[in-house]
């Protein structure tokens, strides 16, 4: 009997398609760059707080850029999710980076979460027979100004999907190993390219696993209640998938 019980919830557990996650860093950013669960201490560079989060001033200039590097915590990892919350503040058609993963000689991940034209842009620069390849992936949406919303993408060696409040916004499987990235110029918000951030940030969340559809619905949900958030977001398509 114990061993038909332990069966039938062991079939249960695999049939819901559930994952366990441990968050490994947390840098809540709200009065420094400092991870409260890991090692992940952020510096930071022309970045304030307000009541809520980080202050990003979105300037172009070297002397006043505004951004936080993160040490590396990707290369190495089978699988992770990244959460983050932000609030736009900005309505230009310039590119405006949540974060980058890794340096523009090497292969990197970028996430770019809107422009001017309504779009989230994943960006990803690859080894191709010796030559740097740019692979970029996008996906119109709506997505509100000066109100907070959730960025979460979960990554495994060959797939990344990206989801916005809560709802899948895109599934890209580069065919590349994203794990090959070296993440050593890690930032928040910015980039490489400089594409500057403005706006604020809080709650950057490293998960040692992905999560599943329901549960970053479910993590939206409860973060919005307790954190009484009225961020909207809506796809243009409802079919979710760029690549599949």
């Known amino acids: 009997m114990r061993k038909l019980i332990f069966t039938i919830l062991t079939t249960m557990l695999f049939t819901a398609g559930s994952f366990a996650q441990t968050m490994i860093h947390h840098l809540p ?5 400092n991870d409260v669960v890991g090692s992940l201490n952020g510096t930071l560079n022309n970045v304030a707080f307000g009541a809520e989060g980080a202050e990003f001033t ?3 200039d ?3 850029l505004s951004y936080i590097s993160i040490p590396t915590f990707v290369t190495g990892k089978a699988s992770i999710t990244i959460s983050v ?16 993963l890794g340096s523009a000689a090497d292969n990197h991940l970028r996430v770019l979460p809107m422009n001017g034209e309504d ?8 080894q191709d027979n010796g030559q740097d390849v740019d692979r970029r992936f996008r996906r119109d949406f709506t ?5 907070w919303h959730q960025s979460v993408i979960t990554i495994t060696p060959t797939k990344i999907i990206s989801y916005i409040d809560g709802i899948r916004a895109i599934i890209i499987k580069p065919g ?3 794990f090959s990235i070296n993440d050593i110029a890690n930032k928040i918000g910015g980039n490489f390219f400089k594409d500057p951030f403005m706006g604020e940030m809080k709650n950057f969340k490293v998960y040692d696993n992905i999560m599943n559809d329901d549960e970053v619905a479910k993590m939206y949900v409860e973060s919005n209640q307790s954190a009484s958030i009225v961020g909207a977001y809506s796809v243009t398509s409802l079919t979710q998938h760029l690549q599949a």
């Open 29 to 33: 950013l709200t009065s420094d760059a």
């Open 58 to 60: 979105g300037s172009w």
């Open 62 to 64: 070297d002397a006043t």
């Open 119 to 126: 779009k989230m842009d994943i960006g990803i620069r690859v």
């Open 176 to 178: 590349v190993s994203l």
């Open 143 to 147: 997505l509100s100004q000066n109100e």
């Open 85 to 100: 919350w932000f609030k736009p503040e900005y309505d230009d058609n310039h590119w405006r980076a949540l974060y980058a």
